[in-house]
């Protein structure tokens, strides 16, 4: 009876608001009010975009910055459980990686304004009179810039999980699905939430193209920051693009501290290492909802429900035959035959052909409509160039962000400071440096096939610093403690212990920049300022005439090549060093 009172006057107590719940209150109050009042914009009649969609009156921004900011959230939600989903199937089965990993070379590839030429009048067509229509196809646009390396840093993790930590839970008979929430997402937290960091700020890249869509004769602006951004441009308003770079920067501040900031703290605590940190990264918000009282009282329950579902031993097929009693279980399977298995994989082989060639054909009679060989001929030239660009954009930011990464990286209280730079950097639309690329290339009669490909690698090379930052950080304690005892230091230090211990990370962040420099090829190959322009010679540009014109087979085309480049680079170069990394950087 005593225990009994006593557990009630702490549940009790623990009920009571202190002083920390006046502050988290109506912090946690005003986000949901806010996420309401933009959610009911988004729901709004669809003639409400007939009038002129954006203002460039200042006083708008804060309602412009809004939606944006609700936008990519939700493109954020849909990014993360297609990543769990993709990643883990990819992962875990190797003949459905066989497939899906390519597949996720074509997507990423994809530019988003190709995305965007086939989906907005579907999902226009799917909410019919209401703007929930254009929200979905900018919400998708925003996604297709913010899923992918979330995906392939998933699934670089779930390939590298130490040896000794999958021993253990083969020893502990985990179920798979108490692997993957007790071991497989943990040790990829810390990876995947410095790769959601740049997803954010990658949204913030194509933003522009989100939210003020032109394809054919189907024109959509939605309010925005994005939209009223490249109202300034086209009206050449230097005042405004500085009071748009001013609410994003505000933007970014505000989510990096009610968001991210909280996410590197908690996803600290999932390090592998056998030694404490000598540093860990803070929030003042984490600290905040960890004193309260009413809040952590009312997350308890769900808390508590999480933790419960992570334990149930779900048990997949396989794992349910591995159960059976020998004698049904060799009934059941039979033995252990190579030969079926052979079978068995060049059946999957032949479907996945059949299917794949099924797609050329019908891709290539659509191709076939208005485009000739000699269309293709030249698309394959255009692409050349591209690639070249790319390929020398990645090795010049390698050689200068994955020394500046690790040096970042062993220091989390540098690692804080720079976080917020480091996204509003990320996040700096390329269009804002059209004006000075365009003036500057008449004005000194420059080569656009050189002056211009900078911007491509403006946001994308951020993919690298991020993952090479989370690699670094994520490194064990004790290994850099026993370099240091060892006295390894200098270049020894990088090549021996460092640079292998962040060259996964390095992988994911250099494959997915390829990728969005490819995107990004699309607004940086033919820039526009007021009536002038200035095109690079590059398949980014021809997708981009293509698109402006409708011209739907040509944009096929393009997208197609850019798909084939993208592949071929990501199996001929990534894919062996991630095969590399997987056998021998492993750690133990």
């Not at 006046?22 to 806010?34: K, N, T």
């Not at 996604?143 to 590298?160: G, I, K």
């Not at 060639?357 to 409509?369: D, E, Q, S």
């Not at 300022?529 to 698109?547: N, P």
Request: hydrophobic share 55%; glycine share 6%; proline share 6%.
């Amino acid at each position: 009876m005593v225990w009994t009172q006593t557990s009630v006057s702490v549940k009790t107590a623990a009920a009571t608001p202190n002083r920390w719940d006046l502050v988290a209150l109506p912090l946690v109050v005003g986000l949901l009010a806010l996420a309401a009042v933009g959610g009911h914009q988004m729901a709004a009649p669809l003639a409400s975009l007939d009038a002129p969609a954006v203002s460039l009156d200042p006083w708008n921004l804060p309602d412009y910055a809004l939606r944006s900011t609700l936008r990519m959230l939700a493109a954020m939600a849909a990014s993360l459980l297609f990543t769990f989903t993709y990643a883990t199937l990819a992962a875990k089965s190797r003949r459905a990686g066989m497939v899906l990993i390519p597949v996720l070379d074509v997507l990423q590839s994809v530019p988003v304004l190709g995305y965007i030429s086939f989906t907005v009048v579907f999902f226009l067509s799917l909410f019919p009179g209401s703007v929930l229509g254009a929200e979905c196809a900018a919400i998708f646009a925003i996604f297709t810039s913010q899923a992918w390396n979330m995906t392939f840093s998933v699934y670089q993790s779930l390939r590298s999980v130490p040896r000794d930590l999958d021993e253990a839970a083969t020893s502990f008979r985990f179920s798979g699905w108490q692997r993957f929430w007790r071991l497989e997402a943990p040790f990829a937290m810390p990876g995947l939430v410095w790769n959601m960091m740049m997803s954010m700020s990658g949204g913030w890249f194509f933003v522009v193209a989100s939210e003020a869509i032109t394809v054919g004769d189907h024109t959509v602006t939605l309010p925005g920051i994005g939209s009223y951004l490249a109202e300034a441009i086209a009206q050449k308003n230097l005042g405004a693009v500085g009071w748009a770079v001013l609410a994003m920067l505000a933007v970014i501040l505000l989510y990096d501290q009610l968001l991210f900031r909280p996410l590197v703290a908690w996803a600290d605590k999932f390090r592998v290492e056998q030694t404490g940190a000598q540093e860990a990264p803070e929030s003042w918000v984490l600290r905040l909802f960890q004193r309260t009282r009413v809040c952590r009282s009312l997350l308890a329950p769900v808390v508590a429900l999480l933790g419960r579902v992570a334990w149930l031993r779900l048990t997949p097929l396989s794992a349910l035959s591995d159960a059976l009693p020998p004698a049904l279980k060799r009934r059941v399977a039979g033995p252990p035959s190579p030969a079926r298995d052979r079978w068995l994989d060049r059946v999957w082989y032949a479907v996945v052909a059949a299917a794949a060639l099924a797609l050329g054909w019908t891709m290539l009679r659509f191709i076939a409509a208005s485009a000739g060989w000699g269309d293709v001929g030249t698309v394959l030239l255009l692409g050349a160039a591209t690639l070249l660009r790319v390929v020398v954009l990645i090795a010049i930011a390698s050689l200068v962000w994955v020394p500046l990464g690790v040096l970042i990286g062993l220091r989390p209280r540098l690692a804080e400071a720079v976080q917020p730079l480091a996204q509003f950097l990320a996040a700096f639309p390329a269009n804002l440096l059209f004006p000075v690329a365009v003036v500057t290339i008449l004005r000194f009669d420059l080569n656009p096939d050189v002056w211009l490909s900078p911007l491509m690698i403006l946001g994308t090379q951020w993919y690298i610093l991020f993952n090479v930052i989370a690699g670094t950080s994520a490194f064990p304690s004790d290994l850099k403690e026993a370099a240091s005892s060892f006295r390894i230091r200098g270049w020894q230090w990088w090549r021996d212990v460092m640079l292998p211990g962040v060259f996964p990370y390095y992988l994911t962040g250099a494959v997915t920049a390829a990728g969005g420099s490819w995107n990004a090829s699309i607004v940086a190959e033919a820039v526009r300022w007021g009536d002038a322009e200035v095109t690079a010679h590059g398949l980014g540009s021809y997708i981009a005439q293509a698109t402006a014109a409708g011209d739907y087979p040509r944009i096929v085309l393009g997208i197609a090549v850019m798909s084939l480049f993208v592949t071929l680079l990501n199996r001929l170069l990534w894919r062996p060093l991630y095969g590399y990394a997987e056998r021998y950087l492993r750690l133990a």
